[in-house]
């Protein structure tokens, strides 16, 4: 039961690791483009920005939106890639290890910009950071399975 925590918690870390890796990189492409939107709408003026909000079906996240939500996606890389180490370890490590990725998913899904087919085309980056935060309990949950084996292991002994 120990292997299989860690053979689903590897794979899950793993691609929680590269989907924000992924997504990081989006959320730079969309933050340019979004720059380039925003100054172009502001020499367009008014009618710009009621058209660009008709096409989208609401407001454009704004470039420190999407540069936020970059910035998170490298911190939720690094931590996968912590919990990723931490089902190797023994102590009390693992535990804050599976609650930092449980958490850091979830925060990455809600700090998300949604807007669908951005202005670079693609996928809904909130559908992507969903399926990226299931993916990040999966992988803690697999991390606390380990820690519970291990402490079972170590009171038989």
């Known amino acids: 039961m120990r292997i299989l925590f860690i053979v689903v918690g590897i794979i899950a870390l793993l691609g929680v690791a590269g989907g924000s890796l992924l ?7 969309e933050a340019k483009g979004m720059a380039q939107i925003e100054s172009e709408m502001g020499a367009l003026g008014n009618l710009a920005t009621k058209m660009a909000e008709n ?4 407001e454009l996240p704004s470039k420190g939106a999407w ?7 490298y911190f939720v890389l690094l931590v996968a890639l912590f919990g990723i180490v931490a089902l190797f370890l023994k102590g009390r490590i693992p535990m804050i290890a599976a609650g930092a990725v449980a958490l850091f ?12 087919a951005g202005p670079l085309g693609g996928a809904n980056p ?3 950071a969903l399926i990226l935060m299931v993916m990040g309990i999966v992988g ?18």
Request: charged share 10%.
């Open 67 to 73: 540069q936020t939500a970059q910035i998170f996606s």
């Open 105 to 116: 998913s979830i925060l990455l899904w809600i700090l998300q910009p949604s807007i669908d």
């Open 126 to 128: 909130k559908t992507i």
């Open 55 to 58: 096409l989208t079906g609401g």
């Open 140 to 157: 803690a949950a697999c991390v606390f399975g380990v820690y519970n084996a291990n402490q079972k292991k170590a009171t038989l002994a």
């Open 23 to 29: 997504l990081s990189t989006r959320n730079g492409n």
